[in-house]
Nanobody, 127 residues
């Protein structure tokens, strides 16, 4: 059984919007959205801590991306607006199921915090 399943990727023109969904089937301390462009490292885009409900954003997406969650549906959403070509990447949802903090500097935006990863969904932003 897959623990984390993303959906909602696609192609959009610059300035457009997309909403990604992540259905989570495991209890978690944090959920993160990451992205990986060809030839680049996987980077954190946004995350939310289960305990305080606070969401966090990378500088590159702040003000354009909004993370939200529906606890009743076990789903976390990433609304991406004002999309730019540089947002093109495979987007991954991940679940942190351990109380251990592995990367205090990065917090929930750090990829090493996460144990369960989804299969990824492609987002392409082009004219």
């Amino acid at each position: 059984q897959l623990q984390v399943v993303e959906s909602g990727g696609g192609s959009v023109q610059p300035g457009g919007s997309l909403r990604l969904s992540c259905v989570v089937s495991v209890a978690y301390y944090a959920i993160g959205w990451f992205r990986q462009a060809p030839g680049k490292e996987r980077e954190g885009a946004s995350c939310i801590n289960s305990g305080d409900g606070n969401s966090h954003y990378a500088y590159s997406v702040k003000g354009r991306f909004t993370l939200s969650r529906d606890n009743a549906e076990n789903t976390v959403y990433l609304l991406m607006s004002s999309l730019k070509p540089e947002d093109t990447a495979v987007y991954y949802c991940a679940a942190d199921i351990s109380a251990e903090v592995k990367d205090p500097t990065a917090g929930c935006l750090g990829k090493y915090e996460y144990e369960y990863w989804g299969q990824g969904t492609q987002v392409t932003v082009s004219p």
